[in-house]
């Protein structure tokens, strides 16, 4: 039996654990190589399979595994969500979604190594209009309209960029602190699509969304500077429970998203009928305030503006045909 054909044999079973598992899609091809060899190669001719995955016939595999994932996932195995966050601007008062790039890589030396980057802001090299999805003609803008859309989208780039950042690695490490944070891009991504939907129903879905973030992101300081917080929806309330600590944040953006009350009315469609400049008005002071909250939290590492240096894996390279060792793994057997 071919390799190609023995790897294929088993991929769907592997495939599924990991699946089972919610293995992310862009990683799992080194998985599946890595449990292939261990689980269905019983013996290498002429090797072993000591820190295989640096061997040339690992890079074989890898490959063949690869290519069984881009046939059988096509487009989207090239989406890495995970790298993007989605948020939402108007242009000539239509919602336009923004796709923004929450890393960003260089290469340092070609085929050997690259930058893995992790920015705050947006640099002056990046061209922020690049990450609307469809929008009206940008062509037609009055300078000043152009002007406009350009600062709006720099700060929600910005702003998403430094919530990624500022979430990641908060110390002391406490579940509860986590927990809460970890909803927070989820719930700022929902309501970005909400608002993308242009309706009544979207936009009330869209404020709850929001009051979410923006509640789990104070209750998140509440419980990180204090150990606690209380089981309540008012946000200004939430807000004065650690206001001692908010002195850059301005509490009368606050303001510019409906009371807890009227919001929860507003997901159900019992309450008022929510405009879309209303909700549009809501997303950027809640990313304004949470963008701002985010950084006061204390960090075990903190890589906002920095990167590291990634050395290309070995699995990517292919051997040549007059590499020294053997391209091809002769007597690999499947168990």
């Known amino acids: ?31 599946a190589s890595i449990m292939f060899v261990k689980d269905y190669v019983s013996e290498v001719s002429g090797d072993d399979k000591n820190n295989f995955e640096a061997k040339p016939w690992f890079a074989i595999i890898y490959h ?3 290519q069984w994932y881009r046939d059988h996932y096509g487009p989207a195995f090239d989406r890495d969500r995970s790298a993007i966050a989605s948020g ?11 796709r923004v790039l929450l890393t960003r890589s260089r290469v340092e030396t070609p085929g050997e190594t690259a930058w893995l ?19 009206p003609k940008l062509d037609k803008l009055l300078a000043d309209e152009r002007s406009k859309l350009t600062k709006q989208t ?12 500022n979430l990641m690695g908060v110390e002391p490490s406490d579940n509860v602190t986590q927990g809460l944070l970890d909803g927070v891009l989820a719930e700022l991504e929902a309501s970005a699509r909400n608002i993308l939907r242009n309706d009544t129903s979207g936009r009330g879905s869209a404020l709850w969304a929001l009051q979410m973030a ?55 469609g019992l309450g008022g009928t ?4 209303e909700a549009a008005n809501a997303y950027n002071a809640a990313l304004e305030i949470i963008s701002g909250i985010s950084r006061l939290f204390k960090h075990k590492f ?3 503006g920095g990167g590291v240096l990634l050395k290309r894996p070995p699995w990517l390279s292919l051997p040549s045909e007059d590499a020294p060792t053997n391209p091809q793994p002769p007597g690999a057997r499947s168990k």
């Open 302 to 304: 903190y890589v906002g």
């Open 154 to 165: 720099t700060d929600i780039g910005t702003a998403l960029r430094a919530i990624r950042i």
């Open 214 to 268: 923006v509640e789990r992101t104070l209750k998140a300081l509440s419980q990180h500077k204090r150990g606690s917080f209380r089981e309540i929806h008012n946000l200004f309330e939430l807000f004065d429970d650690v206001t001692a600590h908010l002195s850059t944040i301005d509490r009368n953006l606050l303001k510019k998203l409906p009371h807890d009350k009227q919001v929860i009315t507003d997901r159900y």
């Open 1 to 31: 039996m071919e390799l190609k054909e023995a790897i294929a044999g088993h991929l769907s079973n592997i495939d599924a654990e990991l699946s089972a598992y919610e293995v992310p899609l862009k990683i799992r091809p080194l998985r």
């Open 88 to 98: 939402v601007v108007l242009v000539r008062d239509i919602p336009v979604e923004i």
């Open 274 to 277: 929510p405009t879309l400049w």
């Open 117 to 135: 980057l992790f920015p705050v802001e947006v640099a002056g090299d990046e061209n922020p209009f690049t990450w609307l999805v469809d929008p």
């Open 64 to 66: 063949h595994v690869e």
